[in-house]
């Protein structure tokens, strides 16, 4: 198995600028997870999805943040505009069950300029 | 709610001694709780987990934890450490019964130096 797969690794863009986000799961796994890292408030649940449904988005932000899963092997994060404060490193996980191991992907390093 | 607090944000130490990185938490109920690892520039992987059942809990790597009720502790040992073994390590709960999410603590960097 492949893990997790994210796109970019790396996204240097320029405040004001849209940004989009990519995130393949594990074939099969029902849970996926978007989490945010960055050095002053740790590691951040922002939304998490069970079978492609927004269950629980409460650690969105604010509305520039928005997330999508329209199939069972693909979901986006998007942020727009970007801001500065924005810049950190969104990582990707999906799980098969509950309390099941979370699967990681290699994160997306974003810096906003 | 839940919460994780890990008491130290940095432990040094030289290869081959013993470590303990330390996890506390906070719940009202009954919780699962996790360690995982981060090396520089990866994700994070699972290194062990308390479901139920045994206390003592074996993960990858030689590491081990132990969970305590009483005390809301969930430490992670590893009797002889390696230069491979420096990252950052993460204590995590989830509530029984509950969501899916997991509470991550601010982790622990550890560095093991020759």
């Known amino acids: 198995d492949a893990g997790v797969i994210q796109s970019p690794r790396h996204e240097v863009t320029e405040m004001g600028q849209e940004v989009t986000l990519r995130c393949k799961p594990i074939?099969?796994?029902?849970?996926l997870f978007w989490y945010r890292q960055t050095m002053m408030r740790g590691l951040e649940l922002l939304i998490y999805?069970?079978?492609?449904?927004?269950?629980?988005d409460s650690g969105m932000p604010e509305d520039r943040f928005s997330a999508k899963m329209p199939n069972a092997s693909f979901s986006t994060l998007k942020i727009q505009p970007s801001e500065p404060r924005d810049s950190a490193v969104y990582f990707c996980?999906?799980?098969?069950?509950?309390?099941?191991?979370?699967?990681f992907g290699p994160g997306t390093r974003l810096t906003v300029l | 709610a839940q919460s994780v607090t890990q008491l130290d944000s940095q432990v040094p130490v030289f290869e081959e001694a013993p470590v303990e990185l330390r996890c506390n938490y906070s719940?009202?109920?009954?919780?699962?709780l996790f360690w995982y690892v981060q090396y520089p520039n990866q994700g994070l992987q699972l290194l062990l987990k308390?479901?139920?059942?045994?206390?003592l809990v074996k993960g990858i790597n030689g590491f081990e934890a132990e969970f305590n009720k009483s005390q809301t502790s969930f430490h992670l040992r590893k009797p002889s450490v390696h230069i491979s073994d420096t990252a950052e390590y993460f204590c995590?709960?989830?509530?029984?019964?509950?969501?899916?999410?997991?509470?991550f603590g601010k982790g622990t960097k550890l560095t093991v130096n020759p």
């Open positions: 074939s099969g796994h029902d849970y």
């Open positions: 719940s009202s109920v009954s919780v699962y």
């Open positions: 999805f069970n079978n492609n449904v927004p269950i629980d």
């Open positions: 308390y479901l139920s059942g045994s206390t």
């Open positions: 996980a999906s799980s098969l069950a509950r309390p099941d191991t979370q699967y």
């Open positions: 995590a709960v989830s509530r029984q019964g509950g969501s899916e999410k997991l509470v």
